[in-house]
T-cell receptor, first 116, second 110 residues
Framework: KAGVTQTPRYLIKTRGQQVTLSCSPI?????VSWYQQTPGQGLQFLFE???????NKGNFPGRFSGRQFSNSRSEMNVSTLELGDSALYLC???????????????FGQGTRLTVV | DAKTTQPNSMESNEEEPVHLPCNHS???????IHWYRQLPSQGPEYVIH???SNVNNRMASLAIAEDRKSSTLILHRATLRDAAVYYC???????????FGPGTRLSVLP
């Protein structure tokens, strides 16, 4: 079956702009989580959505937001981009909320965002 | 999620076994031990997970200490494709978000 699909793969934006990233989970998976990966901070949790509702949120400013649609596809938005937002943004999907202790999560290849 | 400690880096020769250690001294009785790896320019990839007993799958084996305060991921025959950052993560029954540490960067030498 198809894996987690993230689009676009690469993106270059200017400071102050906003950006929207998309994630299509594996068919049948209803939970989608987003992570930011930078060389300095590593992988950090942004937020998780299940059934179009945000279940959990990491320690990021309000400029970072997301949503989930009825088909489980999810988007994340970053407004007023800063240079420090340059990162690899990863999406993970799983069948049940909270990733589940006894199940595996599937990650997409990520979107590489560069802010100039 | 409880914290894990892993060596920053390890090296192995191709076709030799690799033992990647992970310490989790504050693990609770309901925490599952998960291993993921991240190849260059890829998202993390599931490797294996377990609770108390040792586990085997097509990718690797997971050996869990009797007191569960440590575990070891075993790659039976390392290949160049196994060069990656390996993350050991504890997941509780509530299964909230993953908390990634720095992981272990594995280099495989031909």
């Amino acid at each position: 079956k198809a894996g987690v699909t993230q689009t676009p793969r690469y993106l270059i934006k200017t400071r102050g702009q906003q950006v929207t990233l998309s994630c299509s989970p594996i068919s049948g998976h209803r939970s989608v989580s987003w992570y930011q990966q930078t060389p300095g901070q590593g992988l950090q949790f942004l937020f998780e959505y299940f059934s179009e509702t945000q279940r959990n949120k990491g320690n990021f400013p309000g400029r970072f937001s997301g949503r989930q649609f009825s088909n489980s596809r999810s988007e994340m938005n970053v407004s007023t981009l800063e240079l420090g937002d340059s990162a690899l943004y990863l999406c993970a999907s799983s069948i049940i909320p909270g990733q589940g202790a006894n199940t595996e999560a599937f990650f997409g290849q990520g979107t590489r965002l560069t802010v100039v | 999620d409880a914290k894990t400690t892993q060596p920053n880096s390890m090296e192995s020769n191709e076709e030799e076994p690799v033992h990647l250690p992970c310490n989790h001294s504050t693990i609770s009785g309901t925490d599952y031990i998960h291993w993921y790896r991240q190849l260059p320019s890829q998202g993390p990839e599931y490797v294996i997970h377990g609770l108390t007993s040792n586990v085997n799958n097509r990718m690797a084996s997971l050996a869990i200490a009797e007191d569960r305060k440590s575990s070891t991921l075993i790659l039976h025959r390392a290949t160049l494709r196994d060069a990656a950052v390996y993350y050991c993560i504890l997941r509780d029954v509530d299964g909230q978000n993953f908390v990634f540490g720095p992981g272990t960067r594995l280099s495989v030498l031909p």
